[in-house]
C-alpha cells in the first residue's frame, strides 16, 4: 500500500506571496493533519481534517488554511508568506479518529521564503 | 495545553549498547504515546506506541515504559546498530475536544562502530 505523499518537496518563495501544498493520505485514511516543523520549534500541529471538516486547529495565525477533499486528499494554503515560515511541512493520515490515533508521516515539503 | 519535555536532546553509545530516552507530559487525560524515528530528509516514522491502559510494550529491539502516576514515558532501544541514528521524538496524544499529538523536542541518536 503507498504511503503519504505530499507535493511539491521543494518550493521557494518570496515574501508576501502565498503557496499551496498538497498531500495525498494512504489509501483508505479518512484524517489528515498538518504540521509545520522548524529547528527552533520542533513539530507544531497545524489543523486536522476528517470528512471534509476541520476538527482541531492549533496555534497559528489565520494565513495558514487548510481543505480536504471528498477522496480525503488535502491542501493547506498559506497567504501573505513571512521569512519566519520557512520550514518543512509534514501532513500525517490516520484511518480514522479512534484510538489509537496512529499517524503516519509523508516526507514533507520544505519551504523556503526569501 | 499539554507540554511533552524530551531528554537527553543528543545521545552517543557504542554499537551493541542500550539507549534509552525519556519524556514526560503534563495532561493527564492524555491516553496516546507514540514514538518516532525521523531520518534526515524524510518525515518521522512511527515506530512504536502505547495506550495509557498498557504499561509496557515491546517489538524485537525496541520497547516502551509508561508510568500513568508520574506522567512519563521512555523508550529503550537494545543491543544497537548504525542504522538506528537519527533523531527520535516522542509525543502524547489528548482527546476529548481539541484533539492533537504533541510532540517532544526530539534526541539525536548516534551510534558510534
Known amino acids: 500500500k503507498a504511503g503519504v505523499t505530499q507535493t511539491p518537496r521543494y518550493l521557494i518563495k518570496t515574501r508576501g506571496q502565498q503557496v499551496t501544498l498538497s498531500c495525498s493520505p494512504i489509501?483508505?485514511?479518512?484524517?489528515v493533519s498538518w504540521y509545520q516543523q522548524t529547528p527552533g520549534q520542533g513539530l507544531q500541529f497545524l489543523f486536522e481534517?476528517?470528512?471534509?471538516?476541520?476538527?482541531n486547529k492549533g496555534n497559528f495565525p489565520g494565513r495558514f488554511s487548510g481543505r480536504q477533499f471528498s477522496n480525503s486528499r488535502s491542501e493547506m494554503n498559506v497567504s501573505t508568506l513571512e521569512l519566519g515560515d520557512s520550514a518543512l511541512y509534514l501532513c500525517?493520515?490516520?484511518?480514522?479518529?479512534?484510538?489509537?490515533?496512529?499517524?503516519?508521516f509523508g516526507p514533507g515539503t520544505r519551504l523556503l521564503v526569501l | 495545553g499539554e507540554n511533552v519535555e524530551q531528554h537527553p536532546s543528543t545521545l552517543s553509545v557504542q554499537e551493541g549498547d542500550s539507549a534509552v530516552i525519556k519524556c514526560t507530559y503534563s495532561?493527564?487525560?492524555?491516553?496516546?504515546f507514540p514514538w518516532y524515528k525521523q531520518e534526515l530528509g524524510k518525515g518521522p516514522q512511527l515506530i512504536i506506541d502505547?495506550?495509557?491502559?498498557?504499561g509496557e510494550k515491546k517489538d524485537q529491539r525496541i520497547a516502551v515504559t509508561l508510568n500513568k502516576t508520574a506522567k512519563h514515558f521512555s523508550l529503550h532501544i537494545t543491543e544497537t546498530q548504525p542504522e538506528d541514528s537519527a533523531v527520535y521524538f516522542c509525543?502524547?496524544?489528548?482527546?476529548?475536544?481539541?484533539?492533537?499529538?504533541?510532540f517532544g523536542t526530539g534526541t539525536r541518536l548516534t551510534i558510534i562502530p
Open positions: 489509501s483508505g485514511h479518512r484524517s
Open positions: 500525517a493520515s490516520s484511518l480514522n479518529v479512534d484510538l489509537p490515533r496512529t499517524q503516519y
Open positions: 502505547i495506550r495509557s491502559n498498557v
Open positions: 481534517y476528517f470528512s471534509e471538516t476541520q476538527r
Open positions: 509525543a502524547a496524544f489528548k482527546g476529548g475536544g481539541n484533539e492533537k499529538l504533541t
Open positions: 495532561d493527564s487525560a492524555s491516553n496516546y
